[in-house]
């Protein structure tokens, strides 16, 4: 695109309307202007009962060496989560997310350390009672893992019923992510979509 061409970008509609039958858009890398749409036959999740994280993640949060915000830098959080060698998130990806951030459908956790620069954080999408973590970036140590734990905490007290990862890794399943069927994970966003809950942070 060329800095006087529009903005190319997936409509917030189609972008939900994705999200509910269980799919999630994807490039194939930052300058890419074409987007894919993809499943999974094992869906990764984290129960929200089951989360966790390390005592040392754990000391830094009691030690108060970050804080948090939400929702006040969504696309410098997504340009940060596009900011790697190889990555997904194009310019029209975080076009989309921007918007459909405006729409009130997608949300940032922002981890700032004491100078109150951006030290890491997430975003994902609500639906429902459902979130759908997109990804996630760290400047700073154990920042990521610290916006993980105040998801969480956004998540579990606003009650939401479904947490999705879209894939099972193993760095996530240090914070209790699984693997489920493509089937039990339909079964588990329906519900959640049948609910109502609001990213709303304490």
């Known amino acids: 695109m060329t800095p006087d061409s529009p903005q190319k970008m997936i409509p917030p509609d189609i972008l939900l309307d994705g999200y509910r039958r269980g799919l999630f858009p994807m490039s194939e890398s930052r300058d890419d202007d074409s987007v894919s749409w993809f499943t999974a036959r094992k869906r990764g999740i984290i129960p929200i009962h ?3 994280v390390s005592s040392n993640v754990k000391r830094i949060i009691r030690q108060k060496r970050y804080h948090c915000r939400v929702n006040s830098s969504f696309r410098s ?3 940060e989560c596009a900011n790697r060698d190889t990555t997904w998130i ?3 990806i975080i076009n989309s997310y921007e918007m459909l951030h405006l729409a009130g459908h997608a949300h940032s956790v922002e981890i700032f ?3 109150n620069n951006l030290a890491g954080g997430l975003y994902g999408v609500t639906l429902g009672a459902a979130f759908f973590g997109e990804s996630m ?3 700073s140590p154990e ?3 610290v916006a993980l734990w105040h998801c969480h905490q956004i998540l579990k007290k606003n ?5 999705d990862t879209q894939f099972y890794t193993e760095h996530l399943g240090r914070f209790g992510c699984i693997e489920i069927s493509s089937e039990e994970y339909a079964k588990r ?3 959640a979509l049948s609910k109502d809950a609001a990213f709303l942070s304490f």
């Open 50 to 52: 089951s989360f966790k």
């Open 77 to 79: 959080v997504v340009e």
């Open 90 to 92: 194009s310019d029209v």
């Open 113 to 115: 350390d004491r100078d």
């Open 137 to 139: 970036f760290k400047i």
């Open 143 to 145: 920042a990521d893992k």
């Open 159 to 163: 009650g939401f019923a479904l947490w």
């Open 189 to 191: 966003l329906t519900d």
